[in-house]
């Protein structure tokens, strides 16, 4: 199905609005708080009227919600549901469509028990549509909540979604949301040869773009299979700009529990690629690090893993850690690795501390190997600055918002 099958009064309204802001910026450049921001779920008049008489799947997890009354929210499958738009799948990404599953944990196909609509996984042993679920749909619709990290793997699922629509000639609807990290972009850019689906597309490790923003990219760059290009439409925020702050309502994953958490990720999941833990198995992940062996002088503070919702079983399960506690640290505005250097400074005779995974998270071996080097933080992000200001050049050619 092309676009031609969409040329209705509605249609070229809303392409009309999309087009036209591919390389404009809102005009204010002032800080926004949050309650000002209409997202792309909530203009239910922009895109409704394209799903009448379609067969319709959707993207969805537990923060696809639709505020669109100041007194009343819904999510958008139990709202779509209720306006009789036939659903004939609801794509679930990592952790569930609930978000409740571990990081990593391969998420069944099931039933929607509220709605019974059918769910299908793509964080299993499937992480792209099949032809035979998407036989009959005639369009599709992609609402998560992002975070801005290139190791999220949301942006991941973004993708092959985007190749299954281009391949089957499916539109794609990008409702847009804001990105809590989008006002820096930072960190090593992915290599090609440590592509997997905690690094895609070469991007730096914070990439400073929304969701729909990223879906420009991915088509306008050729990242898709065989550079094919996906039908693609976004519905665009308003009064958001990249500087705009916003604090996620709804836990975007299960070991991201606020804004600190949020803010540190970045920094912090690099030690997910080594034998320390960050937080999983607390109730404050991404707001700490440590381990059983580090000094109890120079990392006094303690907290023991225990299985909870997010990690049934987290490192050093049930075993004192030492650590740092970093819930009151500043804002970040650029990665932070003082704190995994002066780690592994601290244990630099334990032949252990990175792990693989340590590569596949930073998307290149260089890292790794200053670090051991003995290079410090400012040394190290030297060494990104040139394909850093390549990288926000190219980023350029896709925002919507204001810088």
Known sequence: MTLTDFKNTHFLLLLLTITTCFCCKSQSKNKLISNNIVLGADQVNEYLPLLKNKKVAVVANQTSIINFKIDSSAHIIDYLHQKNIPIKYVFAPEHGFRGKADAGELIKDGIDNKTGIPIASLYGENKKPSIQQLDGVEIIIFDIQDVGARFYTYISTLHYIMEACAEANIPLIVLDRPNPNGSFIDGPVLEKAHRSFVGMHPVPVVHGMTIGEYAQMINGEGW??????????????????????????????????????????????????TYLSAGRGTEIQFQLFGAPNLSPELYPFTFTPRANEGAKTPKFKNKLCYGKDLRNTEKLTKLNLEWLINAYRQTEKNNTFFSPFFTKLAGTKKLQEQIEKGYTYAEIRKTWLKDLNNYDLLREKYLLYDR
């Open 224 to 273: 898709l299979s065989k550079e094919v290009k996906c039908e693609l439409l976004i519905v665009k925020m308003k009064n958001y700009s990249h500087q705009t702050t916003y604090s996620l309502p709804i836990k975007p994953s299960p070991n991201l529990p606020n804004d600190t958490s949020i803010n540190l990720y970045p920094s912090l999941c690099f030690f997910e690629g």
